[in-house]
């Protein structure tokens, strides 16, 4: 991947400019925590703030109109990234609030509704989730006594599906799943499961933290019901994540929070609401954050995400040759490049990851460390901890060479001690 | 190295061979915390003889930091009475809590000198403090049952 040029991308990331630890160039390899912020998005939220700023939705004066015209202008760049329609979008504060508001929409759906869950049904979900998509139905399943199952994970860090048809019953009305395993790396393979899940009435709910920012998504294509993305993880702000929902499923899912701007019209004692996308957005919405992440979307979309995964993947494939090389490390999740991203957990002998980690921190290089918010995972790998390197369009070959070089320093630093 | 200053040899070398790490058949109370940042745990088991004197023995999976501040503070507190402890665990959490500012009493602290430098990384002051925290709630508890 020669032609891809990371060090002038980098240019456009100002963090990049500032220096750690004593003046070291920082090795940013943390982006499955969250990505760094081009320029343009920084400008393009401080630019809502100083130039459009008012409630949206809401007053008859130009500012209104101008700040509605830029929230709902993201909505569209959203769906347009999603290939989606517009009014499928959801803001949220982040994926986490994604998936919680669909758990507890999900669990006050009318009776009569497909979408209601009871004490018999069956919630799927799989051991490699994360927390914020592992805990929700986990607690869905207390409320409505509802039955929790999930597909296992085998020794290389790939789901494993052949029982299938014993995991997703005739019952199951929930298949919650990511698509990328934000510990291992692992692209989990979508159709089969979607058609079983369909098969029996089943939706499928993706969360896409870690693939949106890095592939190209269809939502129509891929064929899941529900999709959660952060949007600080895709290059743009904090405190904005989206959900997707098909607009027959939007339409027949009650609210999950009332309050401003979600109505329809209100008495004192009963309340109707506005259709979706404004029945999930109650109150004044994080508006300079949409539209900091409209520009994060553009952005990555005059990279192009093909030549981002590209760059990805052969950045991936010397990080894991070069650690393939190291006798002391043990890698988890998949070796090979198939159907994986940028996203890579290793452990290296006698050396626990937080250690390993300041370590690193101490030559400039952010990596993350701990069960990564998987703690189940974690147990089912027999570690409590890994560390893990997590790459984005503004890495280079040199911050792989300098994470590996890192990991040999960190031996002879504790070993020779 | 500045590093250094975090990981000085006495702490790597508590991590490497540490004290009192084999949980005692018999026991008073027993604690199990976890550091939920991390996955770190400890379990910790006390009692106190008939003349008051701590018999502590703990057992965990850690970094180098919470492992060999486990070993240190065992090392400090067996044979002691829980009011010889009190102010060894307060100089250790203010010096914790200096953000690198105190270099903490040798006289007191003994070996625990040697955490100072934990106390300038934020993200490592839990990871120091995992066993003292539960030693405290096992004390607590200990206490409870000898009224």
């Known amino acids: 991947m020669t032609n891809f040029n990371a ?23 943390d982006s499955g925590a969250t990505s760094q912020k081009p320029r343009v998005v920084i400008d393009a939220e401080s630019h809502f703030y ?54 507890y929409s999900l669990g006050s759906a009318k009776k009569e509704s497909e979408l209601h869950v009871t004490a018999g049904d069956r919630i799927v979900i799989t051991e490699m989730e994360h927390h914020a998509n592992l805990i929700p139905w986990q607690q869905l399943a207390l409320r409505t006594g509802a039955e929790l199952a999930w597909f296992p994970v085998d020794t290389e860090g790939r789901l494993d599906l052949s029982e299938i048809e014993k995991v ?3 019952r199951t009305k929930i298949v919650a799943l990511t698509h990328q395993s934000n510990v291992l790396g692992t692209i989990n393979p979508l159709d089969g499961i979607i058609g079983r899940a369909h098969r029996v009435g089943a939706i499928v709910i993706l969360d896409a933290c870690q693939s949106v920012p890095h592939m190209s998504i269809n939502v129509k294509q891929l064929g899941v019901d529900f999709l959660a993305f952060s949007g600080h993880k895709s290059l743009g702000p904090t405190g904005v994540g989206v959900l997707w929902g098909r607009s027959e499923l939007l339409a027949d899912l009650p609210p999950f929070l009332f309050g401003g701007s979600m109505i329809e019209s209100v008495t004192m004692t009963s309340a109707t609401w506005a259709p ?26 005059e990279i192009g995400l093909e030549a981002i995964h590209d760059h990805e993947m052969f950045l991936t494939q010397r990080l894991i040759t070069g650690l393939e090389q190291n006798k002391s ?20 002998e006698d050396i626990h990851p937080h250690d390993l980690g300041q370590f690193l921190d101490s030559q400039g290089i952010a990596v993350r460390t701990g069960h990564h918010c998987a703690w189940p995972l974690n147990r089912k790998l027999g570690v409590t901890a890994t560390t893990r390197a997590s790459l984005y369009l503004y890495n280079e070959e040199s911050d792989i060479d300098a994470l590996l070089e890192g990991v040999a320093d960190a031996q002879t630093y504790f070993g020779g001690k | 190295m500045q590093l250094d200053n975090l990981y000085q040899e006495v702490i790597l070398d508590h991590y490497k061979r540490p004290e009192f790490k084999k949980l005692s058949e018999t026991f008073s109370v027993r604690v199990h915390h976890v550091n939920p940042s991390c996955g770190d745990e400890i ?36 044979g002691k009475s829980l009011e010889q402890t009190a102010p060894i665990f307060e100089e250790f959490v203010t010096l914790m809590q200096s953000k690198g500012a105190a270099t903490g009493d040798e ?14 990384y934020p993200a490592r002051i839990k990871c120091a403090l995992l066993a003292w925290m539960a030693f405290k709630d096992a004390s607590v508890q ?3 049952q000898v009224k």
């Open chain 1, 7 to 29: 060090r002038e991308i980098r240019k456009e990331f100002p963090i990049f400019d500032r220096t750690v630890r004593e003046g070291k160039r920082l090795i940013y390899l």
């Open chain 1, 50 to 103: 100083s130039f459009s700023n008012a409630a949206v939705h809401r007053g008859a004066h130009q500012l209104a109109e101008e700040a509605t015209d830029a929230y709902e202008g993201a909505r569209k760049i959203v769906a347009d990234f999603l290939s989606a329609e517009v009014d499928e979008v959801v803001f949220t504060k982040n994926a986490t609030e994604s998936l919680n508001l669909l758990a």
């Open chain 1, 168 to 170: 997703i019953t005739d």
């Open chain 1, 276 to 301: 979706a996308p404004r029945k999930f957005e109650a109150g004044v919405p994080n508006m300079a954050q949409a539209v900091g992440l409209g520009a994060a979307l553009n952005y990555l979309n």
């Open chain 1, 329 to 348: 490390v043990q890698i988890f999740g998949p070796r090979n490049l198939e159907m994986r991203g940028g996203v890579v957990s290793f452990g290296v």
């Open chain 2, 43 to 78: 379990t910790l088991q006390l009692s106190l003889d008939m003349q008051g004197e701590i018999a502590l023995t703990w057992d965990g999976i850690g970094c180098s930091i919470s492992m060999a501040s486990a070993s240190v503070m065992a090392g400090l507190f067996n």
């Open chain 2, 107 to 120: 006289d007191v602290l003994e070996d625990a000198v040697a955490f100072s430098g934990v106390s300038k």
């Open chain 2, 142 to 144: 200990v206490q409870g």
